[in-house]
């Protein structure tokens, strides 16, 4: 089994950069595809990037293309999601999740492993 946690959250400001990190345990990962998914409050969890397996096929949700950039370490078991020039409707809580599928989905059902979620907010 995959246990999954995040860190890099917090407070910034528009403009600024966070860098968050996925770290995996439990089994290693490099066989999955991964995910990044928020919730804002009041609102349904979205996807906004996945990466495949290898890390060669990415996905970045239209919000988000241009300014976030998920990536991988499968020696370390980690993912990230380098989040730059962020705005005050970014702010929610990230889950990081793992999927069998090694191609990856944008479907948040097709994930079977999910982070307790760090909370960016972002103050304008």
């Known amino acids: 089994q995959v246990q999954l946690v995040e860190s890099g959250g917090g407070l910034v400001q528009a403009g600024d950069s966070l860098r968050l990190t996925c770290a995996a345990s439990g089994r290693p990962v490099s066989s999955y595809s991964m995910g990044w998914f928020r919730q804002a409050p009041g609102k349904e969890r979205e996807v906004v990037a996945v990466?495949?397996?290898?890390?060669?096929?990415?996905y970045h949700a239209d919000s988000v293309r241009g300014r976030f950039t998920i990536s991988r370490d499968n020696a370390k078991n980690t993912l990230y999601l380098q989040m730059n020039n962020l705005k005050p409707e970014d702010t929610a809580v990230y889950y990081c999740?793992?999927?069998?599928?090694?191609?990856?989905?944008?479907?948040?059902?097709?994930?079977?492993?999910w982070g307790q979620g760090t909370q960016v907010t972002v103050s304008s």
């Open positions: 990466i495949n397996f290898t890390g060669g096929s990415k």
């Open positions: 999740a793992a999927s069998f599928n090694p191609k990856g989905s944008l479907d948040k059902s097709a994930f079977g492993a």
